[in-house]
C-alpha cells in the first residue's frame, strides 16, 4: 500500500551505510596529518620542556574557538546544502564563504586579544595571540564544501597540507636558525594559507565557475539567515566549550606547567579518536542525505551500541598502553601524565556515543536540540572544573572529564527523544518504518 514499506525496506531504511572507502579517503590523508602534528608536539616537549607545551597546547585550543567562531555553523549548513542538492552549490559556495570572511575579521581580533590580555599565564600570551593571527588562512579555505560534495580525499589531502607545512617550518626554522617557540605560529599560518591556495588552485576554483542555480535554491535561501545560523553556531560553539574548557581553565587556575601535563594526558585520548572522528567526518553528508520520514532514534540505535562497545574494548587496551605511550612520546619530565590519563581514557565510549548523536542531530538539521544538549554539558563541565581545579590541579581536570561526558551522552539521549517527538514530520508510522 502507498505509505507503507516493506520488511526489507524498513530495514534498509534504519541501516546507516559506513564506506570503508570515504573512511579509508580521510584515514589516508588525515592519518598523516596527525603524524605531523604530533610529531611538532613530540619536539615541542623534548626541545622546550613542559611549560611551552602547556602554551602551545592554550595556543590549539584558542586556535579550536576561533575556527567555530569563524565557521559559526556555516561549515555544516554548506556541506549539508551541497550533499542535498548538487544544483546549488556555487551560490551556495559564495553565500557560505561571504559569512565566514565577515566573521572571521572579529573573531581572530577577540583571539589575539584574549591572548595578550585575557587569563593566560604570562608566559603563554605571545604564542597565543599570535596563534589567533595564523589563523586568517582557515577563512578563506573551501574544505567544507569538498567535504558536502563527499570528496573526502581533497579534504584529508588539504589538512595533511596543513599539518605537514606547520610541522615542518617549525621544526626546520628551529633546528636550522636557532629561533625560539613564536615560530611556531607563524609556522602554523604559513600552513593554513597555502593549503587554501592549492585547494583554491587546483580543485575549487572549477566548481566556483560551475554553472548551477542562478541563485539561492528557495528551500536553502531562509537557512542561511543570519536568524537561522545563529542557533547552530551557537550550538557548535557551546559544544566546542564543553570539550575544551578544562584547558582554558586549567591555564586561567592554575600555570603553563600544570597545562602541559594535562594535555600530554589528554592526547591519549586524541590519539584513539583520531580515526572515529574522520569516520564520522565521512558519514555526515551521508546522514544529511536521508529523507525527513526516516531521521529518528531508532536509525542510530543499531550505530550507537556498537560504537559504545568498541568504545569499552578502546578503553581497556589504552589502560594498558597508556605508560609507554606516554613516556616515549613526552619523554620522564612528563611521567605525572600517565595518572592523570586513568580518569580521561573512561571518557573514550561516552565520547564515541556522544559524538555520533549530535553529528546526526545536526545533519538533521535539530539545530535547537543539538544547542540544548551542549549547553548542559558545558555547563556541567564548567561548575566541575571550578569545583575540582583548585582541590586538586590538573588531576581535578581529569575527573571532571567522564563526568561532563556522561552528561553530554544523557542530554543528547533525551534531545534526540524529544526531537523526535516534536518533528511533525516524524509519525508514529514512519519512525516504526525506520526500526531495523
Same mark, same amino acid.
Given at each position: ?21 570515504s ?10 596529518a ?10 615541542v ?9 602547556g602554551a ?27 550533499a542535498?542538492?548538487?544544483?546549488? !552549490?556555487p551560490?551556495?559556495?559564495? *553565500? ?8 572571521? +575579521?572579529p573573531? =581572530?581580533? /577577540? @583571539? ?14 605571545t604564542?597565543?595571540?599570535?596563534y589567533?593571527?595564523s ?9 567544507w ?22 610541522a ?7 633546528e ?5 617557540p613564536?615560530?611556531?605560529a607563524?609556522a ?10 592549492v585547494?583554491?588552485?587546483?580543485w575549487a ?23 537561522? !545560523?545563529?542557533?547552530?553556531?551557537? *550550538?557548535?560553539?557551546?559544544n566546542?566549550?564543553?570539550?575544551? +574548557?578544562?584547558? =582554558?581553565? /586549567? @591555564? ?15 592526547r ?13 567526518e ?33 578503553t581497556?587496551a ?7 605511550l ?12 600517565v595518572?592523570l ?14 559524538a ?20 548542559a ?14 582541590r ?7 575527573y ?8 553530554f ?14 518533528n ?6 514512519s ?6
Open positions: 500500500m502507498t505509505g507503507q514499506l516493506t520488511v526489507l525496506e524498513r530495514k534498509v531504511a534504519g541501516r546507516i551505510r559506513w564506506s570503508s572507502r573512511i579509508g579517503s580521510i584515514i589516508l590523508g588525515e592519518g598523516f596527525r603524524i605531523c602534528n604530533l610529531t611538532l608536539v613530540i619536539f616537549s623534548r626541545k622546550f620542556g613542559v611549560r611551552v607545551t602551545y597546547a592554550l595556543a590549539q585550543t584558542l586556535a579550536l574557538y576561533l575556527m567555530q567562531g569563524i565557521d559559526f555553523g556555516l561549515r555544516h549548513i554548506g556541506a549539508r546544502l551541497v542535498s542538492d548538487t544544483a546549488v !552549490i551560490s551556495v559556495a559564495r *553565500a557560505i564563504q561571504l559569512r565566514r570572511t565577515l566573521l572571521a +575579521i573573531v =581572530i581580533s /577577540l @583571539g589575539y586579544c584574549y591572548g595578550h590580555f585575557g587569563p593566560v599565564p604570562s608566559d603563554t600570551r604564542i597565543v595571540s599570535l589567533a593571527i589563523m586568517v588562512g582557515y577563512a578563506f579555505s573551501l574544505d564544501l569538498a567535504w558536502g560534495m563527499k570528496r573526502f580525499g581533497w579534504v584529508s589531502g588539504w589538512r595533511s597540507l596543513v599539518s605537514f607545512i606547520g615542518g617550518v617549525a621544526i626546520l626554522a628551529v636550522l636558525f636557532h629561533v625560539g613564536t615560530i611556531i607563524l602554523n599560518g604559513v600552513g593554513y594559507a597555502t593549503a587554501a591556495y585547494l583554491w588552485t587546483y576554483r572549477h566548481i566556483w565557475t560551475r554553472k548551477g542555480s542562478p541563485g539561492l535554491d528557495p528551500k536553502s535561501g531562509p537557512i542561511l539567515r543570519w536568524s537561522t !545560523i545563529l542557533v547552530l553556531g551557537a *550550538a557548535m560553539i557551546v566546542q566549550v564543553f570539550s575544551s +574548557i578544562d584547558i =582554558i581553565m /586549567l @591555564g586561567s587556575l592554575t600555570d603553563s606547567t600544570q597545562v602541559g601535563l594535562y594535555s600530554a594526558a589528554y591519549t585520548l586524541l590519539l584513539v579518536l583520531a580515526v572515529y572522528y574522520m569516520a564520522i565521512s558519514i555526515y553528508p551521508e546522514l544529511a542525505a536521508i529523507p525527513g520520514p526516516q531521521r529518528g532514534p531508532h536509525t542510530l540505535w543499531r550505530s550507537l551500541w556498537k560504537l559504545m562497545l568498541i568504545g569499552i574494548g578502546i581497556i589504552m589502560e594498558l598502553l597508556r605508560r609507554p606516554i613516556l616515549m612520546f613526552y619523554g620522564a619530565a612528563f611521567t605525572a601524565s595518572r590519563s586513568v580518569p580521561i581514557l573512561i571518557s573514550i565510549p561516552l565520547e564515541l556515543g556522544g555520533f548523536l549530535l553529528t546526526a542531530m545536526i545533519a538533521w538539521d535539530r539545530s535547537s536540540m543539538a544547542l540544548l544538549a551542549a549547553s554539558a558545558a555547563l556541567s563541565n564548567i561548575l566541575l572544573n571550578f569545583w575540582l581545579i583548585p586538586y590541579g590538573a588531576m581535578g581536570a581529569a571532571a572529564t567522564p563526568l561532563s561526558y556522561g552528561v551522552l544523557i542530554a543528547l539521549l533525551v534531545c534526540s527523544h524529544k526531537a523526535v517527538r516534536s511533525p514530520r516524524l509519525t508514529t508510522d519512525v516504526a518504518s525506520t526500526c531495523p
